[in-house]
């Protein structure tokens, strides 16, 4: 079997049995041995009836979600290829030849681009063509130094064994960028090759909100370093050099004196650099644990780190700012409530509680993902 092609579909009376035809029909014609899976996710009308009476191969999934159907194809396929497009007749499924060329010219993965073409009037929502898919494109392109043009193009072909390997996770709609994501991490040859794309015919089950919010939140969770960990690391180192300068002084630059009020906005940003490195952390041990990505350091770190370490080191820290401050307080009392002459003290103390804070709570979660880590694996 050298191709098995992928059609999820939800609801798509009225086109199944068309792609079905194309598909098979292209493939006859260039000789490409070939299978149609057609992945019902729930269906409510006579979508199934029509694909197996087009003489496509029906497969049930119940988990809704546009990854999660193309994941159970995924496990079904016995073809050396898999060629994926939508079941709603948008793609020209008569250039599954041209696509399935490029694999004997080396290329494990194609991708179509749907904008090196001029689209139609009404073929994608304006929202869609000039916010949606530049700006994800542009992020992934970005972060991950990916060539893709068209990253959310539904029309691609892939090495059966590579796309296994890739371990994809992603039940919903950013399993499009899921997939560009990891080959872009392996630094796998994408081929990019124009193709028509075509007005639906039937009402589109894309939540323009939703579905873009879910890929950003993605994108941002599998590129913790340049999201959260460098601006944490920014922020921490210089908002802790800014506290040390002022606190043992008064720091002028110029004209302008940075004092005591100074002080309590370094103590605010050097909280959230912090947070910022403990969301990275997050990022990272959710990528390895729930998507399948291969990180050493985090796992050499998640061996190493335990419940209980880091409830000592959190808690140690926090009963030396509790009886530090209380200590103070106590003074400050017995004096008659005089003018508090160590407020600089009394922020730095103060911020350091808050931190002893985010390292117990954070302690809980590492260890909760750890314990669902060593069970699943």
């Given at each position: ?8 579909c ?8 068309t ?17 149609i ?7 409510t ?13 029906v ?14 194809g ?18 020209d ?23 090196s073409?001029?689209l139609?009037?009404?073929?994608m ?7 949606g ?24 072909l ?33 081929k990019q ?29 599998m ?12 922020l ?30 370094a103590s ?12 990275g952390y ?10 399948r ?9 998640q ?12 808690g ?10 209380l ?12 003018e ?5 003290l ?16 954070s302690?809980?979660?590492f ?11």
């Open positions: 079997m050298e191709l098995s092609i992928l059609l999820p939800f609801n798509e009376e009225k086109t199944i049995a792609c079905i035809k194309k598909a098979s029909l292209a493939c006859q014609k260039a000789e490409i041995s070939h299978e899976i057609v992945i019902d996710n729930n269906s009308d006579r979508s199934v009836i029509k694909a197996k009476s087009a003489g496509a191969k497969i049930k999934q119940e988990k809704q979600g546009y990854g999660a159907a193309y994941i159970k995924i496990q079904s396929a016995k073809g050396d290829y898999l060629f994926m497009a939508d079941a709603d007749d948008t793609y499924l008569n250039d599954i030849p041209q696509f399935y060329k490029e694999t004997k010219r080396g290329f494990s993965v194609v991708i179509g681009n749907r904008f073409k001029k139609g009037k009404g073929v929502p304006w929202l869609h063509k000039h916010i898919n530049p700006l994800i494109s542009g992020l992934i392109n970005i972060l991950f130094s990916s060539p893709v043009k068209d990253t959310q193009c539904g029309m691609r892939i090495k059966t064994s590579l796309c296994r390997d890739l371990q994809l996770q992603s039940k919903g709609m950013e399993f499009a960028s899921e997939m560009i994501i990891k080959l872009a991490k392996r630094k796998i040859p994408i090759l124009p193709i028509t794309y075509a007005k639906r015919k039937s009402p589109s089950k894309l939540r323009s909100f939703s579905d873009g919010w879910q890929h950003f939140r993605f994108i941002f969770m590129s913790p370093t340049i999201t959260y960990l460098i601006p944490g690391l920014l921490t180192v210089f908002s802790s050099l800014f506290i040390v300068l002022v606190f043992f002084g008064v720091l002028k630059l110029g004209s302008v004196i940075f004092n005591t009020h100074s002080l309590f906005v605010i940003l050097l909280i959230i650099g912090i947070q910022f490195l403990l969301t997050f990022s990272r041990v959710f990528a390895v644990t729930y998507l990505e291969d990180d050493r350091f985090i796992k050499r770190i061996k190493s780190l335990t419940l209980e370490k880091g409830l000592f080191a959190g140690l820290l926090f009963m030396i700012t509790v009886i530090w401050g200590s103070i307080l106590i003074s400050w009392i017995a004096q008659g409530f005089p508090i002459d160590q407020v600089k009394g922020i730095i103390l103060f911020t350091f509680m808050i931190i002893s804070l985010q390292i117990i709570a302690t809980f979660h260890y909760t993902i750890k314990t669902i880590n060593e069970e699943q694996w």
